[in-house]
């Protein structure tokens, strides 16, 4: 799977829109970008993924460039509970093989 | 409908003991994955089961660590002759085909005296 890059951490004021951005320069043409983040003491939990259109669903909306090479993952209005660690993950879709986490992204949503 | 759970929650274990940590994945999932998180670490990836395949084990770090897969369900990770290092939250998670997102367990903490 191509390599990501997340900046460490991030902070975000509850309401306002929190935008975490990921470099995956290396994606294949058959490798979609997937997201998924970690609540404190919980398992990894699945957000979106996209190959290369938007997407949106009810918890986030999935933005990737025209090249391909990185992406936006965008949680409109930002609420405490959305604190966590997200994990931005390129892969094959149809493949069911393991995930490789990178560090990922620190959000902290404050009042 | 029910997701994926491990048992026990917390697993305190003297060193040199073994320990078998237990996961029961989504019903009608074909494949299952065992990862680990260390303190303050990311996850790392273990052993994975697809259906009647031989498992990818590339990720166990020594053969001191196993897993078994019965009956296409349940799977048990198994440490022998536990180590300090071994201590972290053992996660399992288990998929479909189709879609192929992973559900992942609340995790079992492991924690060697």
């Known amino acids: 799977d191509a390599k990501t890059t997340q900046p460490p951490s991030m902070d975000c004021a509850e309401g306002r829109a929190a935008n975490l951005p990921c470099n995956h320069s290396?994606?294949?043409?058959?490798?979609?970008v997937y997201w998924y983040r970690q609540i404190h003491s919980q398992g990894p939990q699945y957000i979106i993924h996209g190959l290369k259109n938007n997407e949106t669903n009810e918890m986030a909306s999935l933005i990737i460039t025209e090249d391909r090479k990185s992406s936006t993952l965008i949680l409109p209005h930002a609420t405490l509970r959305d604190t966590a660690v997200y994990y931005c993950i390129v892969r094959l879709v149809y493949n069911t093989d393991k995930l490789i986490f990178g560090t990922g992204t620190r959000l902290q949503v404050f009042p | 409908g029910a997701g994926v759970s491990q048992s026990p929650s917390n697993k305190v274990t003297e060193k040199g003991k073994d320990v078998e940590l237990r996961c029961d994945p989504i019903s009608g999932h074909t494949a299952l994955y065992w990862y680990r998180q260390s303190l303050g670490q990311g996850l790392e990836f273990l052993i994975y089961f697809q259906g009647n395949s031989a498992p990818d084990k590339s990720g166990l770090p020594s053969d001191r660590f196993s897993a078994e897969r019965t009956g296409g369900s349940v799977s048990t990770l198994t440490i022998q002759r536990t180590q300090q290092e071994d201590s972290a939250v053992y996660l399992c998670?288990?998929?479909?085909?189709?879609?192929?997102?992973?559900?992942f367990g609340p995790g079992t903490r492991l924690t060697v005296t």
């Open positions: 998670a288990s998929s479909s085909l189709s879609p192929t997102e992973q559900y």
């Open positions: 290396t994606i294949s043409g058959n490798e979609y």
